[in-house]
């Protein structure tokens, strides 16, 4: 009787950690490609409840994620966090994510199913080429210029200015590492660029070429998420996001002013 009640008591033990980690992996993987951490604690909690545990509790920063849930009742908390240092945008995996946690909390996936589906998520390459993301960031470029009151004949060098923002941020991020850097460097080869359209006679217009060649750096997701969270309640997470679209900005802005004192 005391051997089977181990057994048991094993089966348990592994079905919380199995469930432990599947939730980390989604929360991860949601907290990396933009998720608001509100919607990361809603869905941890909603799965861990629908695997039978009790006591959910799931506290998310922008960093890192704690979770932790009743396996037995008089059995204690199981607790562990997770620590996310990588934020990228990618909302297709967030929703793919959120799809997961639909079919597993209404029963249509068993853990393994969804550990499998996860790891499928982690793994997956992001949806169009690099190539394709750096036009579109042109086409982005072109027509907030025209919208900030360009002209026609200005689409062009801010379509190229844009595209070169883009490729320069995605290139020296990866040797860089450093985030902040990159959108300052980016700024000031994007901004460079729009002021040697301007003097070579392709374009009229310096200034909207110029904001046009901001358009793939402004933290739109970071600052949408940052009052998300704030209207929430969350006013850690919010805080913390705002400091960080903030900083993006500040940097922009430096990139911005160096390029403008040094050719103008």
Not at 94 to 119: H, K, P
Not at 240 to 253: K, Q
Request: glycine residues 10%; contains cysteine; aromatic residues 8%.
């Amino acid at each position: 009787m005391v051997r089977r009640q181990k057994k048991g008591e094993n089966r348990m033990g592994a079905k919380a950690d199995k469930v432990m980690d599947v939730c980390l992996r989604a929360g991860e993987i949601m907290l990396t490609y933009g998720a608001e951490t509100y919607r990361v604690e809603e869905t941890l909690e909603r799965m861990a409840r629908a695997a039978g545990f009790t006591n959910v509790h799931c506290f998310t920063t922008t960093t890192g994620i704690f979770l932790s849930f009743e396996e037995r009742k008089g059995r204690g908390d199981l607790m562990q966090m997770v620590r996310v240092d990588d934020r990228m945008q990618d909302l297709n995996k967030v929703t793919e994510v959120n799809q997961v946690s639909r079919e597993f909390t209404s029963g249509m996936l068993t853990v393994q199913e969804a550990e499998r589906r996860l790891e499928e998520i982690y793994e997956a390459k992001i949806q169009y080429p690099i190539w394709v993301i750096h036009i579109a960031a042109g086409v982005a470029g072109s027509g907030f210029s025209y919208l900030f009151g360009g002209g026609l004949f200005d689409l062009i060098p801010a379509f190229f200015a844009a595209f070169i923002s883009s490729f320069a941020l995605v290139e020296i991020e990866g040797y860089l590492k450093v985030r902040f850097a990159s959108e300052l460097a980016a700024a000031f080869i994007g901004s460079a660029s729009a002021i040697a359209f301007v003097m070579l006679g392709l374009g009229n217009n310096i200034d909207q070429i110029i904001i046009g060649s901001l358009m793939p750096l402004v933290p739109g997701v970071p600052l949408t998420n940052a009052v998300r969270d704030l209207l929430s309640g969350d006013l850690l997470a919010g805080m913390s996001r705002g400091v960080e679209a903030l900083l993006t900005s500040l940097s922009i802005a430096s990139g911005v002013a160096l390029s403008i004192s040094i050719f103008l």
